[in-house]
């Protein structure tokens, strides 16, 4: 029987948080602030965001990062845009349609509450970047101007050219910097956290390594934040940065932290196909494409093959022998379905032999029409970087025309296929993003948020900088109220002393192996069964024999890695097998998660459970929860404890993208 935990009604020491008001009112006093310490562990867009506005509240901020800069965060590659419930176009958007929008989206497995928070905060985050200079694309008018995302029938995505994530980061950047500036913010860059120190319970610092000396270092303070993003890298193939890892998230798991919802992995649909096994990346095209681009295969399966031969080009296919099949399925929505939506059906197109290039994993995002109707300047004022991305990538520019059928003009169509992107589950977190263990936040990617089982576009940024610039900063001061009276520990705790003996331990296991294979062959490997049997489409025979096949592998990995090079200064290859360790345990956790979820929902598709129609079905009945999973030890099935939903707000029901 699994245990049962409840965020909203916080029990024993959580409870105090909500009545502890004269402890609260401790804060009020600067002095108080000084004496307080946060760590906070990354700087992407989550990290950079709550290191600045805690350091411009007074407390004294640590904050760390992988990169030579903040600016190099993953977050830096974020594309298309950021949602908030401005209304600037007047087409009925509203707080709480983005509310319903993102829980329906999220196929009802999303915490209500969370999620409505985040829909209120998110036009204060509009005015918060604009205040710092962020360039948002404007009309000629001046306002701010908008494009749409998937799941939404109302515009409301804001974006600075397909580069928005670089330029949110940007202003973020800006105010940590200040902060440093003004001493309250001290940067170490280039440090990975290893582990979380738990001194009484409670999370009392990290241990860290300086990636340029590999030394061991060691960071007290009176809470430690987690933004470390997500882990998207365990199926070896994504869109994730390279350095993209869950280290400091299963640290934190393997010391107490709950890890929730681990099966639900966003697939997103526009990617530029797999194109050899040669590959360590793989890039999107951003769903704003789908704003202007149309998703189609051929209706007729000779036209399919002859694409997949090299005989046929795309644009040699006349208008009525093309399947727009997201239009044709879906025809409220079209081509701005979910991901989870547009992905499946992308599979489904290919499984039936209608793929569109050499592997037949690809389908046709053409741009004829809106190129056509707007001219190829407006076109690429909206997507001209991204264009330029596809023909560095594809050699092929999709603004070329190529043929001329009836008078009318055909461009180079883009291919694309789904492949891994974002994750959904995280660190569990409450409702003031505290984790299962006391003192420890954790915010952004790494957290399980706000998006359920999938994420609607242009969400991941409005959550990041939301948890970063106006939850995490208020909520974490209900914990650190009591703090200004206890004061921080000495890192000479034999608490820390453990803790760094077990990193070093760890770091000498890994070198002393001294077998013959490299980590990224065994990534690779780890990557293939991932996708194969732990992928879009999932079955608890698949799912048993992807945890087996990733045991044994994790034996080899134990048995038989090779790690160059010593302890001592900058060593990637030991930096990577780190990591490698770490996708070990997040990917069984993916499994578990996934095989122990009887339906299917958002991001997680067991083939089990699907309508006629091959939608998801849903076991409202029996998983309206949020799985979070507790670390048995290694070896051990982990246990899952269950945290019920309950919606007061919403109805849940079937999601229906079609009218
Ligand atoms: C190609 C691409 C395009 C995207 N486009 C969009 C979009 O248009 N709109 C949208 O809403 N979302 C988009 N997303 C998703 C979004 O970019 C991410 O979800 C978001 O940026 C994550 O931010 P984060 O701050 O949580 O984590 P990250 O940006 O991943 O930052 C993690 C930070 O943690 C640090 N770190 C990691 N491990 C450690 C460790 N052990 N010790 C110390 N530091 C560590 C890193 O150095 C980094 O500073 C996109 C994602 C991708 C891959």
């Known amino acids: 029987m699994a245990k049962h935990i409840d965020s909203r009604i916080p029990e024993g020491p959580v409870a105090e948080k909500w009545t502890n008001y004269k402890a609260h009112q401790r804060l009020v006093n600067p002095k108080n602030k000084l004496k307080l310490d946060v760590i906070v562990v990354g700087t992407g867009l989550a990290g950079a965001s709550a290191a600045a506005s805690l350091g411009e509240m007074g407390f004294n901020v640590i904050n760390l990062c992988i990169q030579d800069s903040p600016r190099r965060a993953h977050s830096i590659a974020a594309q298309g845009g950021i949602n908030a419930a401005k209304c600037y176009q007047n087409d009925g958007d ?135 993003g997500g882990y ?71 036209d399919a093959k002859a694409l997949q031969a090299g005989t046929k080009q795309g644009w040699e296919i006349p208008e009525e022998d093309r399947d727009y099949y997201l239009e044709r399925r879906y025809p409220a929505f079209g081509n701005l379905v979910p991901r989870d939506v547009a992905s499946r059906a992308a599979k489904e197109r290919c499984d039936k032999g209608f793929g569109v290039n050499n592997t037949g994993l690809a389908v046709f995002l053409d741009f004829s029409e809106s190129i056509n109707r707007l001219g190829l300047d407006v076109i690429m004022q909206r997507y001209g970087n991204l264009f330029e991305m596809y023909e560095e990538i594809t050699d092929v520019f999709p603004g070329d025309v190529a043929n001329e059928i009836n008078g009318v003009k055909y461009y180079k169509p883009m291919m694309i296929y789904p492949a891994i992107h974002y994750t959904m589950g995280g660190i569990w977190v409450d409702y003031e993003l505290q984790t299962s263990i006391p003192g420890l936040f954790a915010i952004g990617e790494c957290n399980f948020s706000d998006h359920g089982a999938n994420r609607l576009g242009a969400s991941a940024l409005m959550q990041g900088l939301a948890d970063g610039y106006f939850v995490l900063p208020y909520t974490i001061q209900n914990y650190l109220a009591d703090q200004s009276i206890w004061g921080k520990v000495s890192t000479d705790l034999p608490e820390f002393d453990a803790a760094e003996k077990a990193v070093d331990a760890e770091l000498d296991r890994l070198l002393n192996i001294k077998g013959k294979r490299s980590v990224d062959s065994i990534h690779k490997e780890l990557g293939h069964i991932m996708w194969e049997y732990v992928g879009m489409g999932r079955t608890a025979e698949g799912l048993k024999t992807g945890l087996k096949k990733m045991h044994e592998l994790e034996k080899e990995f134990d048995e038989n890695l090779f790690v160059p090079g010593t302890k001592e200064g900058l060593n990637v290859e030991l930096d990577k097998a780190i990591h490698l360790r770490d996708f070990f345990t997040m990917g069984q956790l993916v499994a578990f998660d996934a095989l122990s979820r009887n339906e299917s929902c958002g991001g997680h598709f067991r083939e089990e459970y699907q309508t006629e129609e091959g939608e998801a079905k849903r076991d409202d009945e029996n998983y309206f929860y949020v799985g979070c999973w507790e670390y048995k030890g290694k070896g051990n099935e982990p246990e899952l404890i269950k945290e019920p939903l309950e919606y007061e707000a919403i109805k849940v029901q079937t999601r229906n993208y079609k009218n």
Not at 148 to 156: K, P
Not at 266 to 295: F, W, Y
Request: aromatic fraction near 10%; proline fraction near 2%; glycine fraction near 10%.
């Open 232 to 302: 998207g890298n365990a199926y070896f193939l994504s869109t994730n940065a390279m350095g993209c890892n869950c280290t400091a998230a299963i640290q934190c798991y393997r010391k107490g932290a709950y890890m929730a919802n681990p099966s639900y992995v966003q697939i997103h649909p526009t990617c530029i196909p797999v194109h050899g096994d040669k590959q360590s990346k793989l890039t999107l095209m951003s769903e704003s494409l789908r704003n202007d681009g149309r998703i189609w295969v051929p209706k007729k399966l000779e």
């Open 94 to 228: 509203s707080v709480y349609r983005l509310f319903y929008d993102t829980v329906k989206g999220g196929d009802y497995r999303a915490r209500e509450a969370n999620v409505y928070r985040l829909a209120e905060v998110s036009n204060n985050i509009i005015d918060q970047c604009v205040a710092q200079g962020v360039p948002f694309a404007r009309e000629y008018g001046g306002m701010l101007a908008n494009r749409s995302f998937g799941g939404a029938q109302v515009s409301r995505t804001f974006y600075a050219k397909g580069q928005t994530g670089q330029q949110l980061l940007l202003g973020a950047y800006s105010s940590l910097s200040a902060q440093v500036h003004a001493g309250k913010v001290k940067l170490y860059t280039r440090y990975e956290m290893e582990d979380v120190v738990i001194v009484n319970g409670r999370a009392r610092g990290i241990i860290a390594k300086n990636l340029v000396t590999g030394k061991l270092e060691r960071f007290s303070a009176n809470a430690v934040v987690i933004a470390t």
